[in-house]
């Protein structure tokens, strides 16, 4: 029989006995965590679970009044829920903040890189996991460069190709052009992937972007001015993805001039967006920093073969010979301070006094 009534855990009950009738009193309190008593054939037992709103890392403890008058031993800890620190996301800073129930955390790229996904923060549920999210930072780049293009009509040897070369020469020769007698003239560009465009470069035109050469979208129109050595970027409306980009005229009136229909031509075309899925290149290529691959053959062959020298950095120059640190082309030690600049950045006329002078002299001799 038992003996007088106690408060155990905030319950009037008898204080528990073990098999043998030993008395173990109340069973030990945790925080946060309420009980559960249950009488079996071989004895009292109590079983502790977190109160809501807490949560352990063990779903639930059960302690048992021993023969010795003594409980089992064992530990509950109850605490507010809690998500642990943010996942990462690659080139995104993520804001300071809490990690509990309910706290929202916020993801910013980093300089240079686009979001592209939604949404673009977080939040810590209730089950102690951070919602989903789906964006990526991604690179932007020039997609167009080196890229393969072509246009509905060449006048002489302007190619399509001059406009996405990397050179911003405005000279006739080195821009795309079509012929006089084109009426219906266009360019265009193959990324080669599905790409996402922002903004391209370009002066009284029309850009559209499509899966395909001809299921394409317009991203943008821009009435002008432009005129020679003039550089326009055009946001599109939004950003639009696609593999292809293609330019057409804007409807020019040529009616004052000796050629019926307007010209198109193109002296260099970015298109800056990013590939939202990564382009990989074979065992056999080298990948440019704009994503393009080209034979790892081509690689430190002292040519720009990307377009952005991203295939010549790092490369060695040969003995008596000097990297120029802004296209990482190599020039003969004969030119380094000889009062020519050779380098665009001018780095072959600095540091004439340096034992960096001297000691590419000395391989020349």
């Known amino acids: 029989m038992f003996g007088p009534i106690v ?162 020469r405005d000279e006739y020769l080195y821009c795309s052009h079509t012929k006089e007698d084109d009426p219906a003239a266009w360019w265009m560009v193959n990324f080669g992937a599905e790409a996402v465009v922002i903004e391209t470069r370009l002066a009284n035109l029309d850009i559209f972007v499509g899966t395909d050469a001809t299921h394409v979208a317009q991203c943008a129109h821009f009435d002008g001015p432009g005129g020679p050595s003039s550089i326009e970027m055009i946001l599109c409306t939004a950003p639009v993805s696609g593999r292809f980009l293609r330019i057409t005229g804007g409807g020019a009136d040529c009616s004052s001039l000796s050629y019926k229909y307007p010209i198109l031509t193109l002296c260099e075309v970015e298109v800056i967006g990013f590939f939202p899925t990564p382009i990989e290149c074979d065992a056999q290529s080298f990948q440019c920093l704009t994503m393009l691959c080209i034979p790892i053959s081509e690689q430190c062959n002292q040519v720009d073969e990307c377009g952005d020298y991203s295939d010549e950095e790092g490369c060695p120059c040969a003995a008596g010979w000097f990297k120029c640190p802004d296209t990482f082309d190599c020039i003969t030690g004969e030119w380094v301070c000889d009062g020519i600049i050779d380098c665009g950045s001018g780095a072959d006329e600095e540091e004439c006094g340096s034992s960096l002078y001297r000691n590419l002299k000395s391989d020349i001799l």
């Open 7 to 168: 408060l155990c855990l905030g319950l009037l009950l008898p204080p528990w006995c073990g098999a043998n009738g030993e008395q173990c009193g109340c069973p030990p309190e945790f925080p946060n965590a309420e009980a559960e008593y249950t009488e079996l054939a071989n004895g009292f037992f109590v079983g502790y679970s977190c109160v809501e709103g807490y949560e352990s890392t063990i779903s639930e403890l059960t302690l048992g009044c021993l023969e010795d008058g003594s409980w089992s031993t064992g530990n509950i800890v109850c605490s507010v829920p809690d998500c642990g620190q943010p996942p990462e996301v690659p080139n995104a800073d993520i804001s300071e903040g809490e990690t509990s129930i309910g706290s929202t955390r916020i993801y910013t790229c980093q300089s240079d890189f686009y979001m592209w996904g939604e949404p673009n923060s977080i939040t810590c549920l209730e089950d102690g996991s951070w919602s989903d999210t789906t964006i990526g930072c991604h690179l932007v780049i020039n997609v167009a460069l080196k890229r393969a293009a072509s246009q509905s009509s060449t006048h002489e040897t302007c190619e399509a190709s001059n406009a996405v070369d990397g050179g911003k």
